[in-house]
């Protein structure tokens, strides 16, 4: 018997416009499901950060994307990539980009992540899923 897989969670800024576009592109690019979501703002979020050791900032703006894989939370472009790296073809060629420096890679994740709000614009509230992508989401 093979033991399934745990999913990869993604844990999102829920009021940013380019952040919840870019889970409703990644739900419609994952036909198996393995993507689970939460916005940054909720317990939920809290809790999938502590199950793995990783502490999300208690105020501010988020100002990052976080995923969980494999029982490690990754951040900036490090979780971008991962991200591509478990989609279908061709999105895990993104994984080129991991030949550039981390610090270059961020440098540019943190330059679009200061912008987002004044590009995308910003929800006055969290993205609510469909009640058919309910049970994508963390409580």
């Not at 093979?2 to 969670?9: A, L, N, R, S």
């Not at 009021?15 to 993507?35: E, T, W």
């Not at 969980?68 to 900036?76: F, H, T, Y």
């Amino acid at each position: 018997m093979t033991i399934p897989e745990q999913p990869t969670i993604i844990l999102f800024d829920g009021v940013c416009n380019l952040c919840s576009g870019v889970v409703k592109f990644l739900i419609a690019r994952d036909p198996h499901a393995q993507f689970r979501f939460a916005a940054l703002q909720s317990e939920a979020a809290h809790k999938a950060c502590a199950a793995v050791g990783h502490e999300l900032l208690a105020s501010g703006t988020p100002s990052t994307i976080v995923v969980i894989d494999q029982g490690r939370a990754l951040e900036r472009s490090d979780a971008a990539l991962a991200m591509a790296r478990r989609m279908p073809f061709p999105w895990p060629m993104f994984g080129v980009f991991r030949v550039l420096p981390r610090g270059l890679r961020d440098a540019l994740y943190r330059f679009v992540a200061r912008r987002r709000y004044r590009w995308f614009g910003r929800s006055e509230t969290c993205m609510v899923p469909t009640p058919d992508l309910r049970a994508r989401f963390l409580d």
